[in-house]
């Protein structure tokens, strides 16, 4: 897959020549592109170009004021938000003006940080972007933020988003305005892209919601269960299948640059580390020569290497596969099962799961092997760690007393914290921030089925995300650019 | 390698299976879909049919005299006195029916984390496999396969359907093996 193609230039205002010049630009690549667009059209639909938008001569420089949340902390209550209607600018563009201002709502709202004050609580009516904010209305029914924009359809069918965020309360803009552009099917991006430049101007973390995330949707019975490999956007919505349902595929990992998926799939007959292409979708099997079965891969972060694990006469290990060489290199050697491996961030080191203390605990290694220190000493049984992408926390699946649970910890073993507890919660997933799990909860019993949940890892905001059949294994992307 | 009559055979002998007996474990606890197992089941009413589970050269008879399954403890792969017991039933029909071979599945119950359970089918199926060599079965006509916990044969949530799961089945097909 192409992802959209981004360049943020650092004019303070809008040039309109400078700006046509561009686009032309980016036409030309998504001609090239006309072919995998078709086959998918969500994916790489929005081409965009951010450019900062001139603040309105009254407004202050944009100081960082008071509107502030930190996640770390557990809020407790959330920040209110305004986001009236987006102002069309042509006719042509109404729908979408509204459109787009509800996504940024539901983004904000879903992180369980913001509230947003419902739409005919408000007192201002925003008919024009550039007209100066009435601050005493937005405050007098409280809303500490306000989200204004506008929606613009050119002629050529593109279209063109303004935003400007303010803090109510201090009256003056948090940042810049912002202005994107890019193409009608990707109007959902650029909804994200605005809420995301939201959330990381107020949380001061990366944004996440212009990300989508891999998973296996799931249909029939539980004895004869039905797997394909999905991607959707993070919010559900887009959801494109990437293989038919004729052999099982488990737990699909995004390449660090979210082009590939790689995954454990029985097409052969048997488990076999797969690379699909998102974009054209070819298929291939790497590793796992002379090797019975070859499971549990995952791109290093420069996506050079594929780390998984191998059974040769019932004992798994750890190997490294370079992807430029086809050179195989083993990393552990131990009697035990060794799986489940994830890199850190700097490509440095691998933390996996091993069973060589009688039962799965965790531990980390150089990425060119060796024994591992182990890093969990809880009760019960770890599993499936993940290393966060700002490199802070190590996600994990721990099994205890007759319960599942989806927890963090420090990636030395300390500061563990469970954020979920139920019958079956396993696999957890990072948002390319670092901020927000998501996971698998299957119930239990003969119509037990999977979901995918999400959670911060303060442990709140616990949701269900939307999907359009039975879902496991998700695998969150990078961020689009 | 599957070919498509294979498979609906196996379907068909399953679903006659079931019908026949309601005793899911008395039909094919194999995932795979490869081979034979089941095969003329349903199509032996009465007498002797070449085939049937009557035929003492027949994967149905495998199946259901034989015992093509041997179970594991929580989190174990070490093979009980009953599953040896099993195990040296099947080495010896192997080695008097040379035509087949076999693909021995691994399998484990939902408690436990996909790919970890995935290595422990490997472990149970290596198990059993090891087994059979040691009665004399060439290793040349044994191959395994684990499907960790994606193919359970009984679904409920507690231990009785979870001691079912966690097994190694050995499925037949026919060939001389390498």
Not at chain 1, 40 to 67: H, I, N, R, Y
Not at chain 1, 298 to 316: C, H, I, K, L, M
Not at chain 1, 330 to 336: H, K, Q
Not at chain 1, 395 to 422: P, W
């Amino acid at each position: 897959m192409k992802h959209a193609h981004v360049s943020a230039a650092r004019g303070r205002t809008v040039e309109k020549p400078r700006h046509f010049g561009d686009t032309e630009a980016i036409s030309a690549k998504e001609t090239k592109r006309s072919r995998v667009k078709t086959f998918f059209k969500g994916l790489c639909a929005a081409l965009m170009l951010a450019l900062p938008l001139s603040v309105p001569a009254t407004a202050q420089d944009a100081a960082p004021g008071p509107l502030r949340i930190t996640i770390t902390d557990g809020v407790i209550e959330p920040l209110t938000v305004a986001v009236p209607p987006f102002v069309a600018r042509n006719p042509a563009a109404q729908d979408l003006a509204e459109d787009i201002s509800r996504v940024i709502a539901a983004d904000l709202s879903n992180t369980g940080l913001f509230r947003e004050i419902p739409r005919d609580a408000h007192i201002s009516r925003v008919s024009s972007f550039d007209a100066p904010i009435e601050y005493s209305d937005w405050k007098a029914i409280n809303a500490q933020a306000l989200i204004t924009g506008s929606v613009l359809v050119e002629p050529d069918g593109r279209i063109v988003v303004q935003f400007r965020l303010f803090d109510v309360f201090s009256e003056q803009p948090l940042g810049d305005g912002l202005q994107f552009v890019g193409t009608a099917d990707g109007w959902r991006r650029m909804a994200h892209k605005v809420a995301d430049a939201a959330y990381s101007r107020i949380t001061g973390e990366g944004p996440y919601f212009d990300s989508r995330v891999v998973f296996v949707s799931e249909t029939g019975p539980k004895d004869a269960r039905q797997k394909r490999l999905a991607v959707m956007d993070y919010d559900g919505a887009n959801v494109q299948y990437l293989t038919s349902s004729d052999s099982i595929v488990l737990a699909p990992r995004f390449s660090p640059d979210g082009t590939k998926i790689i995954y454990t799939g029985y097409e052969s007959g048997f488990p076999r580390v797969t690379v699909i292409d998102v974009g054209t979708l070819e298929k291939q099997t790497v590793g796992g020569v002379d090797q019975n079965m070859s499971f549990a891969p995952r791109f290093s972060p420069d996506s050079g290497r594929v780390v998984y694990s191998a059974e040769v006469a019932g004992n798994t290990d750890l190997y490294v596969l370079d992807l430029a060489s086809g050179t195989t290199n083993r990393l552990t050697t131990a009697p035990s099962i060794e799986t489940a491996p994830s890199f850190s961030p700097d490509g440095s080191r691998i933390v996996f799961e091993s069973d060589r203390s009688g039962q799965p605990q965790l531990y980390v290694m150089p990425a060119s092997g060796g024994d591992g220190s182990r890093i969990s000493y809880g009760e019960g049984r770890y599993g499936t760690p993940v290393w966060s992408p700002k490199g802070d926390y190590i996600a994990f699946t721990k099994q205890n007393a007759g319960r599942f649970h989806i927890g963090v910890m420090r990636t030395d073993g300390s500061e563990e914290r469970l954020l979920t507890g139920a019958f079956l919660d396993e696999g957890p997933t990072w948002a390319p921030n670092g901020r927000v799990v998501m996971f698998t909860r299957e119930t239990a019993g003969a119509q037990g089925a999977p979901a995918l949940y999400s959670v911060d890892i303060t442990g709140r905001n616990l949701q269900r995300a939307a999907t359009p059949a039975a879902a496991s294994d998700p695998s969150w992307g990078p961020l689009l650019q | 390698m599957i070919s498509k009559i294979s498979k609906t055979a196996l379907i068909l002998a399953t679903t006659l299976a079931l019908g026949a007996c309601g005793d899911r474990l008395g039909a094919g606890g194999g995932a795979g879909g490869q081979g034979f197992d089941g095969a003329g089941v349903g199509a032996n009413a009465g007498g002797f049919t070449p085939g049937g589970p009557n035929d003492p050269a027949s994967a149905a008879y495998f199946q259901q005299n034989i015992g093509d399954r041997v179970l594991f403890a929580v989190d174990q792969s070490n093979l009980s006195a009953e599953a040896q017991t099993v195990l040296a039933g099947q080495a010896q029909w192997l080695n008097a029916n040379p035509g087949y071979t076999a693909l021995i599945e691994g399998h484990a119950d939902e408690q436990g984390t996909r790919e970890y359970n995935l290595a422990l089918g490997g472990r149970r199926a290596n198990a059993a496999r090891d087994y059979l060599i040691s009665q004399g079965v060439s290793a040349g006509r044994l191959r395994t396969i684990s499907y960790g916990k994606e193919r359970p044969l009984q679904i409920c949530s507690t231990e009785a359907c979870y001691s079912q799961n966690r097994r190694a089945v050995t499925v037949l097909a026919a060939g001389a093996g390498v």
